[in-house]
């Protein structure tokens, strides 16, 4: 299993500019979440899927849009970039095992907007 | 909404030594999940322990165990045996247990380094 992969790993933008970030993953997973880590900071949840077809505001939604394509695949918006995007964006996956569940994440995408 | 205070930005401790992770939280839920979380310079964030609020007893994986105060909403991480490839930020973050629907709140990290 590749787990939970992200593309692309880094990308440079211009203010204004838009791009779609990619998520998968192969493990079966129901829910996939979008986080974003800014310097000094923990992640903070942008925006989540419960199940194919389900998505839901997290703390930071501003700014982005998602689309659940489908179970394996989560993908994350931003249509007019601005420098405060400027972050590193995790996609996670939530394994569920009886009443245990963990997130797992994937490598992260470095993004900078000029 | 949950908090999560981690007060320690930066700790260090000689190879092979023990050090202890401060984190604190804040909830009204009367069951949850805590977990620690490594990240190191590669960025990848890698699970290194969960806590069950329910669970009395605290837990282990190998050299990383936990001393979780459900009252005083403390959920501290120690590492014993210290190595170097422990070098990282451990994140502290709490989840509701809304089972498909999990949303960790993380806290700001602490950065761990070890000395040879």
């Known amino acids: 299993n590749a787990g939970v992969t992200q593309t692309p790993k880094f990308q440079v933008l211009k203010t204004g500019q838009s791009m779609t970030l990619q998520c998968a993953q192969d493990m079966n997973h129901n829910s996939m979440y979008w986080y974003r880590q800014d310097p000094g900071m923990g992640l903070r949840l942008i925006y989540y899927s419960a199940s194919e077809g389900t998505t839901d505001k997290g703390e930071v939604p501003n700014g982005y849009n998602v689309s659940r394509l489908n179970k394996r695949e989560f993908s994350l918006r931003l249509e007019s970039a601005a420098p405060s995007q400027t972050s590193v964006y995790f996609c996670?996956?939530?394994?569920?095992?009886?009443?245990?569940?963990?997130?797992?994440f994937g490598p992260g995408t470095r993004l900078l907007v000029l | 909404a949950q908090t999560v205070t981690q007060s320690q930005p930066e700790m260090s401790v000689q190879e092979a030594e023990t050090v202890t992770l401060s984190c604190t939280y804040d909830t009204s839920e009367s069951d949850y999940y805590l977990f620690w979380y490594k990240q190191p310079p590669s960025r990848q964030m890698i699970l290194v322990i969960r806590q069950e609020a329910y669970k009395q007893q605290n837990a282990t994986e190998n050299r990383f165990s936990v001393n979780f105060q459900k009252a005083a909403k403390s959920f501290s991480l120690k590492i014993s045996d210290s190595q170097l490839g422990d070098a990282a930020m451990y994140f502290c973050a709490h989840a509701s247990t809304n089972f498909g629907n999990e949303k960790l709140t993380f806290g700001t990290g602490t950065r761990l380094t070890i000395i040879p």
């Open positions: 996670a996956s939530l394994r569920t095992s009886g009443s245990l569940e963990t997130q797992y």
